[in-house]
């Protein structure tokens, strides 16, 4: 479904000690997410962005059965952890790896570290909240032993409920992550520079405190 379609940018990965995977919404693409690179503190990683299939990862709501998004949904989840396999194999520990998602991006970020929980360098989640008509705790297993995470959206959003990003960061916090949520009153279906500072004091450059 998903091809292996990866733009990168920053250092080779040969080059770099961090990777940071960022993830597009619906309708975008991976050249869009990449123009986020020049407000983040990520300087020293390769940074590896995927393209969806048709611009969009699976086609209905984050909040519908997961059955009805597949098998786009599973593509998506694959081919995320297609990547962090190939990093593996290239000698990057999970404690190197930081994801980045925004929207559509940011559910299926989330859906994919909380299915594979460990360790990470951290997780940004631009408006998103873990896949389905409700959450499924059965889907998720590890420990995120102490990764630091950013969640942040608006209150309301069009798509995705606060509700939803609430139990999505509660559920993460239960599994051990570091979680930091913060919600904008009518902030709009955007990424903002609150957002965007808060992403590079928590998680990209965070001895700046």
């Known amino acids: 479904m998903h091809k292996k379609n990866i733009k990168s940018t920053g250092l080779n990965p040969d080059l770099a000690t961090k990777v940071l995977i960022m993830v597009h919404g619906r309708g ?7 123009t986020l690179v020049e407000e983040l503190d990520v300087v020293e990683f390769a940074i590896l962005a995927p393209d969806a299939s048709c611009n969009s990862w699976y086609p209905y709501s984050f909040l519908s059965p997961p059955s009805l998004n597949e098998p786009w949904l599973s593509s998506a989840l694959n081919l995320l952890k297609e990547i962090t396999d190939d990093l593996d194999k290239k000698g990057f520990s999970s404690e190197d790896i930081y994801f980045l998602g925004f ?3 940011a559910c299926l970020t989330l ?17 998103g909240g ?24 608006s209150d309301p959003d069009p798509h995705v409920p606060v509700e939803r990003v609430n139990q999505s960061a509660e559920l993460i916090t239960r599994m051990n992550a570091v979680v930091t949520k913060s919600i904008y009153k009518n902030m709009g279906h955007t990424i903002s520079r609150e957002e965007i500072k808060s992403a590079n004091d928590l998680i990209f450059n965070p001895e700046t405190i």
Do not use: H
């Open 28 to 34: 975008g693409s991976a050249e869009d997410i990449l």
């Open 103 to 105: 929207s559509q991006g």
């Open 111 to 127: 859906e994919y570290v909380t299915r594979n929980a460990k360790k990470y360098g951290g997780i940004v989640a631009f408006t």
């Open 130 to 153: 873990l896949i389905g008509d409700r959450i499924y705790p059965e889907n998720y297993s590890g420990d995120f032993s102490g990764t630091p995470v950013f969640m942040g959206s």
